[in-house]
């Protein structure tokens, strides 16, 4: 069973930057997609960027967009969240999940880390 391990959560001020990063236990198939979900209190757990392991192809929430990049480094087995210009509406706990399909949808994601907290403070 995977592990993945996410770190580099914190508290910023609104306009701050963080990023986020997510260790595999074990090699990432090259078939495989790594995605980032956030889960703020009371609220459903969400889709915020994925990345497909073997092109890099990547895709994005709206509220996101244009603000945070996800990257990987294949031979650490790690993906990264790169935020910048936070607000208050960032603050989550923020996931990341390994599965095979290209989608935003939770459900179809396998392995999931134990969660890193956001918080931005305005």
């Known amino acids: 069973q995977v592990q993945l391990t996410e770190s580099g959560g914190g508290m910023v001020q609104t306009g701050g930057s963080l990023t986020l990063s997510c260790a595999s236990s074990?090699?990432?198939?090259?078939?495989?997609?790594m995605g980032w979900f956030r889960q703020a209190p009371g609220k459903e757990r969400e889709f915020v960027a994925l990345?497909?392991?073997?092109?890099?192809?990547?895709n994005y929430a709206d509220s996101v967009k244009g603000r945070f990049t996800i990257s990987k480094v294949s031979s650490e087995n790690t993906v990264y969240l790169q935020m910048n210009n936070l607000n208050p509406g960032d603050t989550a706990v923020y996931y990341c999940?390994?599965?095979?399909?290209?989608?935003?949808?939770?459900?179809?994601?396998?392995?999931w880390g134990q969660g890193t907290q956001v918080t931005v403070s305005s």
């Open positions: 999940a390994r599965g095979i399909q290209y989608s935003t949808v939770t459900s179809d994601y396998n392995s």
């Open positions: 074990s090699r990432i198939y090259s078939s495989a997609v």
């Open positions: 990345i497909r392991w073997n092109t890099g192809r990547s």
